[in-house]
């Protein structure tokens, strides 16, 4: 039988048949150190052993989840107050991973009226967002939709509404898979703490705490390939007049111009013009 790997702990491995029905099983040879959660797995179901895994499509590496779909960047409009500039930095970790963001913008109960438009900016970029309140359950079902048949991971800056979300989706979860995620938080030693939480409907969601921790840039991306991870910039790299164009002082440069023109964020510029700078500065000390 098919299933997908939503939990290790000690010698026993979490499997999820395609009805979300949990097999806690043993696992057959060496394959234990080769795969994580996420992983679709073959199991014999009578004597719920895992024998075996799928080809997977994707690892993100820190911490290790298999298959990842989409990572959903929470963020909130206060407490604490949103930045614009930390987006900016998980968006380039995220898209520098190989991954499709979503932005999730939390605690819109306690927001102003027209705060989208502190927004507008990255959906100028093209990207997803969504806007909820966990507290006041606003705008949940919508945001479920669009995790729905996927492997999601959840990160984000601490105090964003992460852990209340993830209480929320256990508590609205099928019962018998959240009576599983409730047993295992429970203070048991676990080798692998990352854990593949049901949705309402047939999603998944990683709880994956030291994803949320990354802060520094990633030292592996090359200045000169940063604007590539801003979609709004990426669109003209080869429109300018000369080839490998940094966008920061060449003449004949599309990107300025349609800064200047108003066509591209400003600030987001701003922001790519930091990090540039940042990612050249480290460069120079390694």
Not at 78 to 101: C, H, I, M, T, W
Not at 110 to 115: C, K, L, V, W
Not at 232 to 244: I, L, R
Request: hydrophobic letters at 35%; glycine letters at 6%.
């Amino acid at each position: 039988m098919k299933g997908i790997l939503i939990k290790s702990i000690g010698g026993f491995f979490f499997v999820a048949d395609q009805d979300k029905e949990i097999y806690q099983c043993r696992i057959r040879g060496k394959i234990r150190e080769k795969i994580y959660p996420g992983d679709y797995v073959e199991i014999d179901k009578e004597n719920k052993i895992l024998e075996d895994y799928y080809p997977r499509s994707n690892l993100l590496k820190r911490p290790k989840v298999a298959n990842v779909d989409q990572v959903v960047i929470m963020h909130s409009v206060k407490n604490p107050d949103f930045s614009a500039s930390l987006l900016d930095r998980f968006l380039l970790l995220v898209e520098s991973s190989g991954f499709e963001p979503l932005i999730v913008i939390n605690k819109i109960d306690q927001a102003e009226a027209g705060f989208k438009d502190n927004f507008e900016e990255y959906r100028e970029a093209g990207y997803q967002l969504d806007f909820i309140s966990v507290k006041k359950n606003i705008n949940l079902n919508q945001l479920f939709e669009k995790l729905n048949n996927k492997i999601n991971v959840l990160t984000g800056p601490s105090g964003t509404g992460k852990s209340s979300f993830l209480n929320k989706v256990i508590e609205d979860a099928d019962l018998r898979t959240a009576a599983v995620s409730k047993k295992l938080k429970k203070g048991v030693h676990t080798t692998r703490m990352v854990e593949l939480i049901s949705l309402p409907n047939k999603g998944w969601v990683a709880d994956t705490p030291g994803f949320s921790s990354m802060s520094k840039i990633n030292l592996e991306i090359e200045p000169d390939n940063l604007s590539w991870y801003f979609p709004e910039f990426a669109e003209y790299n080869n429109a300018c007049k000369f080839n490998g164009c940094s966008h920061l002082h060449e003449p004949g440069c599309v990107v300025q111009q349609k800064v200047e023109n108003g066509e591209i964020s400003a600030r987001r510029y701003q922001s790519y013009q930091q990090l540039y700078n940042e990612l050249k500065e480290k460069g120079r000390r390694y």
